[in-house]
């Protein structure tokens, strides 16, 4: 007899580009294609459905979903459909149709679920709706794509700010959040998945259920969740300057399991630049919020975004901002040059600044951080800090890799173990020293497991 569910023609190949947030959207149709009984493959050259989740987010975002478009026509077999989805379908559908009249289907940015649409389709089509943005609600299948210890889980989509650089708000549209017990529901199907490091995501953590003018969302939101006795690691990610009040720190300093860790973007520290850019804080309360979170987090890590070229961007701003970086203890730096977007306040703005000007900033800033990384990384050499280990390092099986609580995967640094005999497992916490540094990376030996290692403020170790 034949088994109904049992397919043929079956393989999908799955490439996500672009932020975290597009990841999830990306984990749900995995979810959704696996529950239908579709077999994920890594290999371009064996999938019957190869589905890209793109970003169009700035030129070289789309210029990426191009390219990855164009290989999966290269390296497809003869019968194989290409399937086309995400932000850069939502705002230029058209562009990549001329360019790529073969694609079978293309799923708008809100039009998630629809994948098992897009893959059964006999005909060359597309589901594009008016929902720019997606966000899971029910029991909406998802497959996690990271290692099984950490996950992200977006707890709001779209953007209610207007700054003058970004198109974010016409691609991804108003903000929307998710209800507290929506989002709950999903923080404990992470945690009883074995996930062990949940990060929180949305275009900006603090406006959570703004839409819904509701006050102090995102606290209540903490509390609620740190109400779990389970051990595990909370870390929040974009957080805006004046979004970081003190009912937000006093959540933070509640509970360890809470990881001492921020980003929040800056883009600037020249006021007049911060103006120009429509941001809603001025150098002062920059540092002002800074020196609070050191004083009333000790072990912070701070991370934030900064941006060279933006128009009219003088020599003297320009400058104003590398003194900031020297002086103003910053953990992490992501240093980006301004990206002219035709759709952005800012691409009407006279005094563009040129490409070679812009690289040459990109540059200097970018050893001036690196000078001061080196700098606050050697304080670090001799301690002993609690870490995850979460596998082998790139370069070598000789080495591993690890992140403690003030790292975040993919854009901190890391851990770097030359000694780990004492590690039995990837995924758990161990007690780490560290005995060297190598530029934004740290390197350390395993000393043992680490006990209770959550609750590093009822340990002798410290949790940076």
């Known amino acids: 007899m034949l088994n109904r569910n049992v397919r043929f023609n079956n393989k999908f190949h799955f490439t996500s580009l672009g932020c975290a947030r597009n ?46 478009v164009r290989e999966m026509f290269a390296s497809k077999k003869p019968n194989a459909k ?6 850069m379908v939502q705002k230029h559908g058209s562009e990549l149709k001329s360019l ?9 940015s809100g039009d998630v679920e629809k994948i098992l649409q897009a893959v059964e389709a ?25 290692p099984k210890h950490y996950a992200y889980l977006k707890i709001a989509e779209g953007c209610k700010k207007r700054c003058a650089f970004c198109i974010i708000p016409t691609i991804k549209g ?65 957080l805006y ?14 509970d360890s399991r809470l990881c001492p860790y921020l980003d929040m973007p800056m883009q600037h520290v020249n006021d007049t630049m911060l103006k120009a850019m429509h941001r809603a804080t001025s150098r002062e309360q920059i540092v002002g919020i800074i020196e609070k979170l050191r004083a009333e987090l000790p072990n912070v890590s701070i991370r934030t975004s900064l941006m060279v070229g933006f128009p009219g961007e003088t020599d003297e701003q320009f400058e104003e901002m590398v003194e900031f970086v020297k002086k103003v203890p910053l953990d992490n730096v992501g240093i980006f040059q301004f990206s002219l977007e035709k759709e952005a306040y800012a691409a ?11 690289q040459k900033r990109f540059e200097r800033l970018a050893a001036a951080q690196m000078k001061v990384v080196c700098k606050r990384s050697q304080k670090m050499i001799g301690r002993k800090i609690v870490a995850i280990v979460e596998g082998f390092h790139p370069d070598s099986e000789l080495l ?65």
């Open 122 to 146: 006999g005909e060359a089509g597309d589901a594009i709706t008016s929902a720019r943005s997606y966000l899971e609600w029910g029991e909406v299948p998802r497959t996690l794509s990271t």
């Open 348 to 358: 009407k703005l006279p005094n563009q600044i040129s490409e070679e000007v812009k």
């Open 400 to 464: 591993l890799r690890a992140r403690h609580a003030g790292q975040c995967p993919d854009i901190d640094g890391q851990i770097i173990i030359n000694d780990g005999r004492k590690v039995t497992a990837f995924g758990k916490l161990y007690e780490i020293e560290i005995t060297d540094v190598a530029d934004y990376d740290l390197i350390g030996r395993v000393l043992g497991p680490a006990e209770g290692g959550a609750a590093c403020k009822k340990s002798k170790l410290i949790c940076v």
């Open 23 to 68: 990841l999830v959207d990306s984990e749900v149709m995995i979810g959704l294609l696996l529950k239908a009984g579709y077999e994920a493959t890594p290999s371009m050259e064996e999938a019957d459905f190869l589905v890209v989740n793109t970003c169009g987010f700035l030129q070289s975002s789309r210029q990426e979903g191009i390219d990855t």
């Open 82 to 87: 290409v399937i086309v989805a995400g932000c």
């Open 241 to 254: 300057p004046d979004e970081i009040d003190d009912e937000l720190i006093e959540v933070m300093k509640s």
């Open 174 to 238: 108003p903000l929307k959040s998710k209800s507290e017990e929506q989002v709950l529901k999903e923080f404990n199907a992470l945690l009883s998945q074995g996930v062990f490091e949940v990060i929180l995501i949305a275009q900006d953590l603090g406006d959570f259920g703004k839409d819904r003018k509701e006050k102090g969302a995102l606290a209540k939101l903490l509390r609620a969740m740190l109400q779990d006795k389970r051990k595990f690691w909370l870390r929040l990610l974009y």
């Open 100 to 108: 790529f009249p073969d694609i079978h289907y293309m799923l708008g």
